[in-house]
C-alpha cells in the first residue's frame, strides 16, 4: 500500500509540474486539459481567427453613418384625387332629402427617400416616388422641411431630380464609381423604410448587371442583401469611402418586406442624370450610336467560335451613323466599351447612356474569330430617327390604336427587351374597336390574314382590305397569341 501510495504522489508530483509548464508557455489561455490532450476547440484553425484584441472586437459602421446619413432625406409626394361619387349623386329623390352631397377632393400621398448630392440643394429620387405629384417636401433629418422644385423626370431609368434651397450649403455625397464594385464589397443602405424614420442596414453587393426586373429595362442593376424596404426607394447604397454608388429602387419579395433582394441603380447612371439636370436640360438624351444589337445566345455564341454567351451581336447599322462611321458592320460581336465587359445587350445600353453626346468611345470588337478595337463619336439623335407613330383607321378590329416600329429607345421607354423588333401598339382609344376585341398598348403585330406585319405601313393596308374575318397574330410578354374572329 505504501508502495501505491508513493507512485500516486509521484503522478501528482508530475502531473502538477506539466500543468504549471504548459501554463507558463500557453500565450492565449487555453485550457489545460486542451494543452495536454488536444481538443477540436482548442484554438483558431489556419483560415480563421479571433479578433485581435478589445479594439477589433469594438469595430463599427457608426463614424461612416454620421459621415453620410446627414445626405440623406425624406421625400414625401401628394397628389390630389377626385373622390369617388355616390351612386345617389343626380338622384332627385336622394337630392331632395338629403341635399347635392359633393365629396372634397382628398390627397394621396407617398413616401420616399432621396439624396443630398450637392450642397447647392439637388437631390436624387426614384421617378416611382413622385409619379404624377402635385406637390413634393423634403424632409432633412435635422428636422427641417423643404418645398421642393422638379427639375428632371426619366421615366425610363427610374430617376428624378429635385432642386431645394436654404441659406446655407446642404450636407451632401460625394458619387462613387460604380464600375468599380465587385461582388462581395460592404455596402450601407440608409432610407427611411415603412415610415418609420431613418434606418441603416449593412449588406455586400450580392451580383452585378442584373437586368428586367420589371423596374424599368436600362438593365444594370446593382444586387445587394442589404435590407431594402417600402420607403427606401430613393435612399442611398453607399460604399466604405462613403462615396454614393447606387439609388436603392426595388426589392423581390412575396411578402412586400425584405428578403434579402434588392435593387439599386448603379451611381454612374445617377451621374448622367444629374449632368442632364444641372446642366437645365428638360429631357434625358442617350447618345445615339446608329446601330442595332442583338443578344449572343448559346448556339450563336458557338456559331462564332466563342466561349461563353456574352456580349451584344450588332443586326444592323445605321447608314451615315457613328457606328457606320466606326466601321461596325452586321455580325459583330461587341465585346467591351472603354474597356469595360459587355455582359449582355441591356449592359451596352446602359454604358451607352451613362456617356456623354459628342464623347469618344472604344468598343472591343469580336470579328470573325479576331478580336479588333474602333472607336466611335457619339452623336445626338437626329430628328428622323424618332419613334414615328401611325394611326389606323377604318373598319378593322385595329381601328384606334397608334403603332410603331419597335426601336431599342422606344423597347426602353414601354419597358419591353430592347432586342425584340417589330411593329407594337403604343397608343389606344378606350372606346375603340381595338379595345373591344382585347389588343393592349405594349402589343406586338405580328400577322393580319396572313401578311407579316414588319412595319406600321404593311398593317395600315392590310387593316384597308374588305373582309368580314379576321386572324391575326400578336406578341404579348414574350407569349404568341393568336385570334380568329368575325368583324
Known amino acids: 500500500m505504501r508502495g501505491i501510495r508513493l507512485i500516486?504522489?509521484?503522478?501528482?508530483?508530475?502531473?502538477t509540474a506539466a500543468i504549471g509548464s504548459v501554463q507558463a508557455q500557453s500565450k492565449n489561455g487555453q485550457g489545460v486539459l486542451d494543452k495536454l490532450f488536444g481538443s477540436e476547440t482548442a484554438g483558431p484553425k489556419a483560415d480563421k481567427r479571433t479578433p485581435f484584441g478589445r479594439g477589433e472586437m469594438e469595430l463599427s459602421f457608426a463614424p461612416l453613418v454620421k459621415q453620410t446619413a446627414p445626405a440623406v432625406v425624406n421625400v414625401y409626394a401628394s397628389k390630389q384625387v377626385e373622390p369617388q361619387q355616390s351612386p345617389f349623386m343626380g338622384d332627385p329623390f336622394f337630392e331632395r332629402f338629403f341635399g347635392r352631397?359633393?365629396?372634397?377632393?382628398?390627397?394621396?400621398?407617398?413616401?420616399?427617400?432621396?439624396?443630398?448630392?450637392?450642397?447647392?440643394?439637388?437631390?436624387?429620387?426614384?421617378?416611382?416616388v413622385i409619379r404624377d405629384a402635385d406637390e413634393i417636401k423634403v424632409a432633412t433629418p435635422d428636422g427641417r422641411e423643404f418645398e421642393s422644385k422638379v427639375l428632371l423626370k426619366v421615366e425610363e431609368?427610374?430617376?428624378?431630380?429635385?432642386?431645394?434651397?436654404?441659406?446655407?450649403?446642404?450636407?451632401?455625397l460625394n458619387l462613387g464609381d460604380s464600375d468599380a464594385l465587385e461582388v462581395g464589397d460592404l455596402v450601407l443602405a440608409?432610407?427611411?423604410?415603412?415610415?418609420?424614420?431613418?434606418?441603416?442596414?449593412?449588406?455586400?453587393?450580392?451580383?452585378?448587371?442584373?437586368?428586367?426586373?420589371?423596374?424599368?429595362?436600362?438593365?444594370?442593376?446593382?444586387?445587394?442583401?442589404?435590407?431594402?424596404?417600402?420607403?427606401?426607394s430613393g435612399g442611398a447604397l453607399i460604399n466604405m469611402s462613403g462615396q454614393l454608388v447606387g439609388i436603392n429602387t426595388a426589392i423581390f419579395s412575396r411578402s412586400g418586406g425584405s428578403i434579402g433582394i434588392g435593387f439599386a441603380i448603379p451611381s454612374n447612371m445617377v451621374r448622367a442624370v444629374m449632368q442632364a439636370a444641372m446642366s437645365g436640360a428638360q429631357t434625358f438624351a442617350r447618345p445615339y450610336i446608329g446601330a442595332t444589337f442583338e443578344p449572343v445566345t448559346a448556339q450563336i455564341a458557338e456559331a462564332l467560335g466563342m466561349e461563353t454567351p456574352s456580349g451584344a451581336l450588332v443586326s444592323k447599322v445605321e447608314q451615315g451613323g457613328p457606328a457606320d462611321k466606326a466601321g461596325l458592320k452586321p455580325g459583330d460581336v461587341v465585346l467591351a466599351l472603354n474597356d469595360a465587359l459587355i455582359e449582355h445587350v441591356d449592359a451596352l445600353g446602359y454604358r451607352l447612356a451613362t456617356q456623354m453626346i459628342g464623347a469618344s468611345v472604344k468598343l472591343t470588337l469580336l470579328r470573325q474569330g479576331a478580336k479588333q478595337e474602333v472607336s466611335a463619336t457619339l452623336e445626338k439623335e437626329p430628328e428622323d430617327a424618332g419613334d414615328k407613330t401611325v394611326a389606323i383607321a377604318g373598319d378593322s378590329p385595329f381601328a384606334g390604336v397608334s403603332v410603331a416600329t419597335l426601336t431599342p429607345r422606344l423597347a426602353s421607354?414601354?419597358?419591353?427587351?430592347?432586342?425584340?423588333?417589330g411593329v407594337v401598339v403604343v397608343d389606344l382609344d378606350r372606346n375603340s374597336p381595338a379595345a373591344?376585341?382585347?389588343?393592349?398598348?405594349?402589343d406586338i403585330v405580328r400577322e393580319v390574314n396572313g401578311t407579316a406585319i414588319e412595319a406600321p405601313t404593311d398593317l395600315t393596308q392590310a387593316t384597308s382590305?374588305?373582309?368580314?374575318?379576321w386572324r391575326f397574330t400578336i406578341e404579348r410578354g414574350g407569349r404568341i397569341l393568336r385570334q380568329t374572329l368575325r368583324y
Open 465 to 469: 382590305e374588305k373582309t368580314r374575318w
Open 436 to 442: 373591344s376585341v382585347g389588343i393592349r398598348p405594349g
Open 190 to 232: 440608409i432610407g427611411n423604410p415603412f415610415g418609420v424614420g431613418q434606418t441603416t442596414t449593412s449588406g455586400i453587393i450580392s451580383a452585378l448587371a442584373r437586368s428586367h426586373i420589371g423596374v424599368s429595362d436600362f438593365g444594370f442593376f446593382i444586387q445587394t442583401d442589404a435590407a431594402i424596404n417600402p420607403g427606401n
Open 413 to 421: 421607354k414601354i419597358r419591353i427587351p430592347t432586342e425584340v423588333k
Open 157 to 172: 431609368v427610374d430617376l428624378a431630380v429635385l432642386k431645394i434651397d436654404a441659406p446655407t450649403p446642404f450636407p451632401s
Open 101 to 128: 352631397q359633393e365629396a372634397p377632393p382628398r390627397a394621396r400621398s407617398s413616401l420616399g427617400s432621396g439624396v443630398l448630392v450637392d450642397p447647392r440643394g439637388y437631390v436624387i429620387t426614384n421617378y416611382h
Open 8 to 15: 500516486s504522489l509521484s503522478l501528482v508530483v508530475l502531473l
